[in-house]
């Protein structure tokens, strides 16, 4: 009998190192695998789509309010939202992005590589806050997209931008992208609730 307990006791210990020593492992892996995701091409290309997004969209906001500045009051806090948006996306990219650009971070500061479209405003006033309201739509689902795609840190910024994104289509026309019907539950009737 002492026999048999002194061999439970020894594996049991065993077992206990093992873990122990699985677990010392392990808790540097994912944390290693992770920042080598983050440094990825994959992850790299993403900031950049993303970066260009955001500048497209500063762009289109600057030549709305270029054409349509009677929009000023209604749309600069949107447009700062959305420089603010960029400056945060720049930020995270960090010396990562600017050293994998060729010539640094100059290449980026410009918009030179912009669709001609981003200035192609409607005379509309409502005509133009809807365009930018599509255009807040589109760049939030594809950011929503390519979350799938994204390491940790970065789909963090990508939801958050993505929810944002939604806010200001909600600002602007005063219907989020998911207003679909059967996405989003009713709201009981007077009827139903009682």
Same mark, same amino acid.
């Given at each position: 009998?002492?026999?048999?307990?002194?061999?439970?006791?020894?594996?049991?210990?065993?077992?206990?190192?093992?873990?122990?020593?699985?677990?010392?492992?392990?808790? *540097?892996?994912?944390? +290693?695998?992770?920042?080598?995701? $983050?440094?990825?091409?994959?992850? +790299?290309?993403?900031?950049?789509?993303?970066?260009?997004?955001?500048?497209?969209?500063?762009?289109?906001?600057?030549?709305?309010?270029?054409?349509?500045?009677?929009?000023?009051?209604?749309?600069?806090?949107?447009?700062?939202?959305?420089? $603010?948006?960029?400056?945060?996306?720049?930020?995270?990219?960090?010396?990562?992005?600017?050293?994998?650009?060729?010539? %640094?971070?100059?290449?980026?500061? %410009?918009?030179?590589?912009?669709?001609?479209?981003?200035?192609?405003? =409607?005379?509309?006033?409502?005509?133009?806050?809807?365009?930018?309201?599509?255009?807040?739509?589109?760049?939030?689902?594809?950011?929503?997209?390519?979350?799938?795609?994204?390491?940790?840190?970065?789909?963090?910024?990508?939801?958050?931008?993505?929810?944002?994104?939604?806010? +200001?289509?909600?600002?602007?026309?005063?219907?989020?992208?998911?207003?679909? =019907?059967?996405?989003?539950?009713?709201? =009981? *009737? *007077?009827?139903?609730?009682?």
């Amino acid at each position: 009998m002492p026999c048999e307990l002194s061999r439970r006791t020894l594996l049991a210990g065993g077992g206990v190192l093992l873990a122990a020593a699985l677990t010392g492992c392990s808790a *540097t892996g994912p944390r +290693q695998a992770a920042e080598r995701a $983050e440094r990825s091409a994959g992850a +790299q290309r993403l900031r950049e789509e993303t970066e260009a997004d955001s500048r497209l969209l500063l762009a289109r906001y600057d030549a709305t309010l270029a054409t349509h500045p009677d929009l000023a009051d209604r749309l600069l806090p949107l447009r700062g939202t959305v420089a $603010e948006h960029l400056a945060a996306v720049v930020a995270a990219a960090g010396a990562t992005t600017a050293s994998a650009r060729p010539g %640094g971070e100059g290449a980026a500061a %410009g918009d030179a590589g912009a669709p001609a479209d981003a200035t192609a405003v =409607p005379a509309e006033p409502e005509a133009a806050v809807s365009e930018l309201s599509r255009s807040e739509a589109e760049v939030s689902e594809r950011r929503l997209v390519a979350l799938a795609d994204a390491p940790p840190e970065l789909a963090r910024l990508l939801a958050s931008l993505a929810a944002a994104g939604a806010t +200001q289509c909600y600002l602007l026309d005063g219907a989020l992208p998911e207003d679909e =019907p059967g996405l989003l539950p009713e709201a =009981p *009737t *007077t009827e139903e609730a009682t």
